[in-house]
C-alpha cells in the first residue's frame, strides 16, 4: 500500500528494506490471510469500533511497516495515538513542536475511514524534562496546560474527537496519585484539565483513562467515586477508558467485568477498552494462546453486552511491537498477531464472537 510518511527511510522493494534493516532472516513478511470477514466489518455490525495503537512499525517505510498498515487499515476502524500525542513526543523543547507523527496518523485514519481517539494532555509520565524539570509557579503551569490543549485541539480542528484528557490519576494503592500537575495545580488539576479541554471545544468525547479498573476493586472504586464526585458538579467528562492490560488466566470474569461497566454507565458516562493485551510468558505455550483467545472473548464480550460501551481498543496489532516485553520481563505475545503477522487463536476467537458465533 501506498502511505505517504513523513520521517522515516523508504525502501523501493521489500528486498531492499530487507537488506537495510538486516531482517530479512528473523522476519517473514506475508501478505495476511483474506478469506475471514475483517474485524472492523464484524464490530460495526455489532455496533462497537475496534481500534488498535500506533507504534514504533507504523513508523517503518518498509515492507514490515507496509504489512502492519496494511492489517491496521483492514481490521480495525479506529487509531490510538499510542506515543504520538504525548506530551514529550509534541513538545521535545520549551518553543518546539513536533505534530509529524501525530499528522501522518490522522492523514491514514481519514484515508481508511478510522476514527482517531488522541492520548493524552495530564499524564505522569512522557512529561518533557525542560518541563518536569523546570522551575515554575502554580499560574506559570496553569498557563502551560491551558496552551497545551489549546493549541493541540486547534492543530487537529476537529479531526480527533476523542481525546484522554487525564491519564492514570490513581495509583495502585487506590489513591491519587502525586504527580508533576497535582503538585503544580493541587488537586483541582483533574477537573481543570476537563473544563479547559470543553472550552476549546465544545463537542468532542472527554475521557479519563486508567488500567487495573476493568473489575470489581478499590482502585476501581476510587475511580467510580472520582467519576461521581465530577459529574454531580457538572465536570465535562463523557467517558471512561478502562486500559485493558491483563494477563492470561487472570481477566476478571465476565459477570465482575458487567457489573463494574454498569456502575460507570449509571454516572452518563461511555465505555471503552482502550490499550487491550492480554501478556503471558514467554515463549508462548499453546495452552496460554488458547487460554488467550478465552480471555479476549471475555473482555470484548463484556463491551458487547453493555450498551454505553461503545469501542474495544488494542495496545497494538502484533506481538512484534508492543511495551510488554520491555515493561514487564520475561512476558510478551499479548495482541492477535504474532511476530511474523499471523492471526492467533485470540484473532480467530475476537473474529467469531465478533461475528456472533
Ligand atoms: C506506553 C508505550 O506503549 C511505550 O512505548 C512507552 O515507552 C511507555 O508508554 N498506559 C498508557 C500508555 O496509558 O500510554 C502506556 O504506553 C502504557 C500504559
Redesign the pocket.
Known amino acids: 500500500m501506498t502511505q505517504r510518511l513523513a520521517r522515516p527511510r523508504r525502501f523501493a522493494t521489500a528486498a531492499s528494506a530487507c537488506l537495510a534493516l538486516a531482517a530479512c532472516g528473523e522476519l517473514s513478511v506475508e501478505a495476511p490471510p483474506t478469506a475471514t470477514t475483517p474485524l472492523r466489518t464484524l464490530a460495526a455490525r455489532r455496533g462497537i469500533a475496534i481500534g488498535a495503537?500506533t507504534?514504533?512499525t507504523f513508523q517503518r517505510a518498509d515492507a514490515i511497516g507496509d504489512t502492519l498498515r496494511a492489517i491496521l487499515a483492514r481490521e480495525f476502524d479506529m487509531v490510538w495515538s499510542?506515543?504520538f500525542l504525548?506530551f514529550s513526543t509534541l513538545r521535545p523543547t520549551a518553543t518546539t513542536w513536533d505534530f509529524s507523527w501525530a499528522d501522518s496518523m490522522v492523514a491514514f485514519a481519514q484515508a481508511h475511514a478510522m476514527t482517531v481517539r488522541g492520548?493524552?494532555f495530564v499524564?505522569h509520565?512522557?512529561i518533557p524534562s525542560w518541563l518536569a524539570g523546570g522551575t515554575w509557579t502554580s499560574a506559570q503551569v496553569d498557563s502551560i496546560l491551558a496552551d497545551h490543549i489549546a493549541t493541540v485541539m486547534a492543530h487537529f480542528n476537529g479531526k480527533i474527537r476523542i481525546w484522554?484528557v487525564v491519564?492514570?490519576a490513581v495509583d495502585d494503592n487506590a489513591l491519587r496519585r502525586t504527580t508533576f500537575w497535582s503538585a503544580a495545580l493541587g488537586p483541582g488539576y483533574i477537573e481543570r484539565a476537563f473544563r479547559l479541554a470543553r472550552a476549546v471545544d465544545a463537542t468532542a468525547l472527554l475521557f479519563y483513562?486508567d488500567?487495573n479498573i476493568e473489575g470489581s476493586g478499590a482502585k476501581s472504586d476510587t475511580v467510580y467515586a472520582m467519576l461521581a464526585d465530577l459529574k454531580s458538579r457538572g465536570v465535562p467528562v463523557d467517558g471512561i477508558g478502562m486500559?485493558g492490560?491483563f494477563i492470561v488466566g487472570q481477566v476478571p470474569g465476565l459477570s465482575a467485568l458487567l457489573a463494574n461497566f454498569a456502575r460507570f454507565a449509571q454516572l452518563g458516562l461511555k465505555i471503552e477498552i482502550t490499550?487491550l493485551d492480554i501478556r503471558m510468558p514467554v515463549p508462548a505455550t499453546g495452552l496460554n494462546l488458547f487460554q488467550q483467545s478465552l480471555d479476549y472473548r471475555t473482555v470484548v464480550n463484556a463491551c458487547l453486552q453493555t450498551p454505553a460501551c461503545d469501542a474495544v481498543e488494542l495496545?497494538g496489532v502484533y506481538d512484534g511491537d508492543?511495551?510488554v516485553p520491555?515493561?514487564f520481563p520475561g512476558m510478551g505475545a499479548p495482541l492477535l498477531y504474532d511476530e511474523s503477522f499471523h492471526p492467533k487463536p485470540a484473532y480467530g476467537a475476537v473474529n467469531d464472537l465478533l461475528a456472533g458465533n
Open positions: 495503537a507504534g514504533s499510542g506515543n504525548k492520548h493524552t499524564w509520565n512522557q484522554d491519564n492514570e483513562n488500567y486500559q492490560h490499550e495496545g508492543t511495551w520491555s515493561t
